[in-house]
Structures are given as C-alpha cells and as structure tokens.
C-alpha cells in the first residue's frame, strides 16, 4: 500500500478563495483523522471519522471548516472562505481500528495570503 | 505577536547517550498511548505503542513507560543517534470512542 495520501503537497491561495484539501486513507482502515500544524497550537484535531460518519468535529475552528468522506477511499477538508490565520500544515491519518497505530500523511502546506 | 508560538521543550544529548523524553496525559479514560517521530517536512512516524494493562513496553532501542496513577508517560531511547533528531509526540487513545489526541511534543537535538 501507498500510504495514506493527501494533495496537494502545497497550496498558497489569496485570502478569501476557497481551499479543499485531499486525502485517501490506507484501504482497509475504518478511521480517518484530520489535524492541523501550527507553531501556535501544535498538532490539533480537527475531525475523525469511522466508517465514513463523521464522530467528532468539535475541534474545527468555525463553519468556515468543512470536511466529508463520501466513501471509505476519500475524505475532503474544506476551508470557505479562507483567511492568514488558517495557513499551517493539515495532515490526514487513518487507522483499521481503536488502539491500532495512526499512520499519516505528508501533510499539505497552506499559505493563505 | 506573529512570532510567538509553542516553546516546545527541548532535550539536548550527546550521540552514544540515553535520552528520556516524559508526557503528561490529561484523559484518565484514555487506554491506549502511542509515541510519535516527526522529522522536518514530514507527518509524524509510529515509533512504539503500549496498552493501558501493560507498565512497560520495549522495540529496537526504544522503551516506552506508563503510569497510570499519575498519568505519566515515558520513552526511553538508548544509545542516542544523530539520526534521531526530531520532535517526539506522545498520544493517547480510548477504546470506546477511537479519538487520538497529541501532546505539544519535545525536541530532541543529538550533538554528534
């Protein structure tokens, strides 16, 4: 396997454009996680999910924040309209279950300027 | 201002020493607990797991310690190498909802 994959590596967007982020978790896995990479704020959960459903959001900052996982291969994360203040390193992991190691992604760099 | 952000605390060793890297968790529910290697440009690393019915756990040079009564947990790295120069993350993990949260991280920084 791959890996899990996300895109793009690097995304710089004017402040107010909309941002989706990709990723494709290894196949297989049931959880998905997205985290966000700040000097600020370390590594901070933003979403997971399981099974597709989404089980916890109460780590994305605003509505501005969106993210789904239509099928078990693919999850966006959505940023509308972006601002400054979002620019960090997203990342996206999964997992086949509870209390199985989390593998990532490379991350994408967004510079929202 | 911008430039201020999370003073990660750092662990400066010499090459061919052991370094102790120690976290604090928060969630007394949590079960499962997972140290992490994130090297510049890259998303973090696996490096070793422990459940929460085992005190220790030990890899290839690396041993992870847990405590529960104070919530405490260790990782042990023998003979340091300049190769193991990252940011180390501790996380921890529930059984009953999956969620895996991280802590700040520590720098490690081997002098050759």
């Known amino acids: 396997d791959a890996g899990v994959i996300q895109s793009p590596r690097h995304e710089v967007t004017e402040m107010g454009q909309e941002v989706t982020l990709r990723c494709k978790p290894i196949s297989g896995h049931d959880y998905l996680f997205w985290y966000r990479q700040t000097m600020m704020r370390g590594l901070e959960l933003l979403i997971y999910f399981n099974n597709n459903v989404p089980i916890d959001d109460s780590g994305m900052p605003e509505d501005r924040f969106s993210a789904k996982m239509p099928n078990a291969s693919f999850s966006t994360l959505k940023i509308q309209p972006s601002e400054p203040r979002d620019s960090a390193v997203y990342f996206c992991?999964?997992?086949?279950?509870?209390?199985?190691?989390?593998?990532f992604g490379q991350g994408t760099r967004l510079t929202v300027v | 201002g911008e430039n201020v952000g999370l003073h990660l605390p750092t662990l400066s060793v010499q090459e061919g020493d052991n370094s102790i890297i120690n976290c604090a968790y928060s969630n007394s529910a949590s079960d499962y607990f997972i140290w992490y290697k994130q090297e510049s440009g890259k998303g973090p690393q696996f490096i070793i797991d422990?459940?929460?019915?085992?005190d220790k756990r030990q890899g290839q040079r690396v041993t992870v310690l847990l405590n529960k009564t104070v919530k405490h947990l260790s990782l042990q790295i023998a003979a340091t190498q300049p190769g193991d120069s990252a940011v180390y993350f501790c996380?921890?993990?529930?059984?009953?909802?999956?969620?895996?949260?991280f802590g700040q991280g520590t720098t490690l920084q081997v002098k050759p």
């Open positions: 996380a921890e993990s529930s059984s009953n909802t999956g969620k895996l949260i």
């Open positions: 992991a999964s997992t086949s279950g509870v209390r199985t190691e989390a593998f």
């Open positions: 422990i459940r929460s019915n085992m």
